[in-house]
């Protein structure tokens, strides 16, 4: 099954880092998923404390399973649609201090951590 006939939903929030490295990457390499920000949708935020599993952003939605942390995203994402390449480069900027190490933001507002 290609990444594209696959159901992929990409949870974020508008203050987190993490959130804004992985959305970086999809403009980068051009790739569009439907978002669900549980900042501005409580609907979003509440189905993933449900199904998620983790209290945390970014969370990628692969088929129903959670996949969590900025740089297992971009990783799958990559390799998904053919973008490895461009999503090694991803994951080792922060070596570079363009982009924050691989990591999340809780959705309680109690910080980030890498």
Same mark, same amino acid.
């Given at each position: 099954m290609t990444a594209t006939a696959r159901d992929l939903q990409l949870y974020v929030k508008d203050d987190c880092p993490y959130c804004h490295k992985v959305l970086d990457f999809m403009a980068s390499v051009g790739i569009s998923l439907p978002l669900r920000n549980i900042s501005r949708d409580p609907d979003a935020r509440a189905y993933l404390i449900e199904h998620g599993g983790k209290r945390q952003v970014p969370c990628l939605f692969? $088929?129903?399973? %959670?996949?969590?942390?900025?740089?297992a995203i971009i990783a799958y994402l990559g390799r998904a649609f053919g973008q490895v390449a461009s999503a090694d480069a991803a994951t080792s900027?922060? $070596?570079?201090? %363009?982009a924050p190490q691989g990591g999340a933001c809780s959705i309680d507002g109690t910080g980030c951590h890498a």
């Amino acid at each position: 099954m290609t990444a594209t006939a696959r159901d992929l939903q990409l949870y974020v929030k508008d203050d987190c880092p993490y959130c804004h490295k992985v959305l970086d990457f999809m403009a980068s390499v051009g790739i569009s998923l439907p978002l669900r920000n549980i900042s501005r949708d409580p609907d979003a935020r509440a189905y993933l404390i449900e199904h998620g599993g983790k209290r945390q952003v970014p969370c990628l939605f692969v $088929d129903g399973e %959670a996949l969590y942390e900025s740089d297992a995203i971009i990783a799958y994402l990559g390799r998904a649609f053919g973008q490895v390449a461009s999503a090694d480069a991803a994951t080792s900027a922060h $070596d570079e201090g %363009a982009a924050p190490q691989g990591g999340a933001c809780s959705i309680d507002g109690t910080g980030c951590h890498a």
